[in-house]
């Protein structure tokens, strides 16, 4: 599976983006699809996940409630819809695809090339 996440950008906080991950190959909707964040100096982070069938979301306390996580398996496309964005959300977000639910960025096995989200206050 090769992904290709675009939809970055820079906005002021409050404002909304939409993250979009295209996936290539035909077994996209037996992957869970997640999304992870690195900042600068940071460590890659958790964001949220979506089943394969697209049923079952979960989210980081840190984006729960602002971050809605979506999928589209006849487009082969995840999308990570964020809103109310603060400046500490600036990172560079990757979306990925393992065969389990989880949040452990060790047990996806497919990365996109990552996308910059950059927010400013």
């Known amino acids: 599976v090769q992904l290709q996440a675009s939809g970055g950008g820079l906005v002021q906080a409050g404002g909304s983006l939409r993250l979009s991950c295209a996936a290539s190959?035909?077994?996209?909707?037996?992957?869970?699809m997640g999304w992870f964040r690195q900042a600068p100096g940071k460590e890659r982070e958790f964001v949220s996940r979506?089943?394969?069938?697209?049923?079952?979301?979960y989210y980081s306390d840190s984006v729960k409630g602002r971050f809605t996580i979506s999928r589209d398996n006849a487009k082969d496309t995840v999308y990570l819809q964020m809103d109310d964005l603060k400046p500490e959300d600036t990172a560079v977000y990757y979306c990925?695809?393992?065969?389990?639910?989880?949040?452990?960025?060790?047990?996806?096995?497919?990365w996109g090339q990552g996308t910059q989200v950059t927010v400013s206050s």
């Open positions: 990925a695809a393992a065969r389990t639910n989880t949040d452990v960025s060790g047990r996806y096995l497919y």
């Open positions: 190959g035909r077994t996209f909707n037996t992957y869970v």
């Open positions: 979506i089943g394969a069938n697209g049923r079952y979301e």
